[in-house]
């Protein structure tokens, strides 16, 4: 019996624990308990799906709209979400239906993993696992986002995203991180990321600099009229 009782608590404890590695402003168990919203989507949900999974869909949809009522934090029961999932602060985030999230994620606020239409079946992403979604980024259609995966703030991804990736930018472009592997010391340095938007201008401004000196280099070298 108190086997039974350290298990149902375990997942609650692996959830705390993971609040406290990922989140620099996590003081107390207390504090955790009663102020993260993510934390109460998640056990809300994790009760739902075991409803919806057990063939009592509605019942599960109930709760799933009581957890969106509490939390602003919107996860169909349907989706399937692994180990020491963390949502940061979370208003607006939503989750779909056939969405499958593996181990170790992190999603900030306002993301959705959405589909793309009315087609049936699987129509939301799978995540991998240690994948980072920043804030107010949109991952559509039923494409796998690999393991350990940065998407940046803002992005919109709509292709499929190789493991080891940082992907930024609208439509979604997987993009290299300069000279720095992205780690857990700085995965929330969402302004570290590359700017492929940027990046590609400032070449452009490049080329251009170097054509107007070579053609004024030209200009000069040539002979005059004799």
């Not at 993971?18 to 308990?33: G, K, N, Q, W, Y």
């Not at 190789?162 to 439509?171: A, Q, Y």
């Amino acid at each position: 019996m108190r086997d039974n009782g350290i298990k149902m608590f375990q997942p609650m404890r692996e959830q705390i624990d993971t609040i406290f590695r990922v989140d620099p402003a996590a003081r107390s168990v207390l504090e955790i308990f009663f102020c993260y919203p993510g934390f109460h989507a998640i056990l809300l949900h994790r009760l739902a799906h075991k409803l919806y999974r057990a063939g009592w869909p509605v019942l599960g949809r109930m709760i799933s709209q009581l957890s969106r009522f509490l939390t602003g934090i919107e996860i169909h029961p349907g989706a399937k979400i692994g180990r020491r999932f963390f949502i940061d602060h979370g208003m607006g985030v939503v989750i779909g239906e056939t969405a499958e999230i593996g181990d170790d994620v992190l999603l900030y606020q306002g993301v959705t993993l959405g589909g793309t239409g009315k087609e049936k079946g699987k129509r939301h992403p799978t995540l991998g696992n240690h994948v980072v979604v920043g804030t107010g980024a949109k991952i559509l259609g039923s494409i796998r986002i690999g393991d350990h995966v940065k998407i940046g703030a803002g992005s919109v991804v709509v292709h499929p995203v190789p493991d080891h990736s940082t992907v930024v930018g609208i439509p979604g472009k997987v993009v290299r991180v300069r000279g720095e592997e992205v780690t857990e010391d700085n995965v929330l340095e969402h302004g570290r990321l590359p700017d492929p938007e940027g990046q590609a201008l400032e070449e452009l401004t490049r080329r251009v600099e170097e054509l107007e000196a070579r053609l004024r280099a030209s200009t000069v070298s040539a002979p005059g009229p004799s």
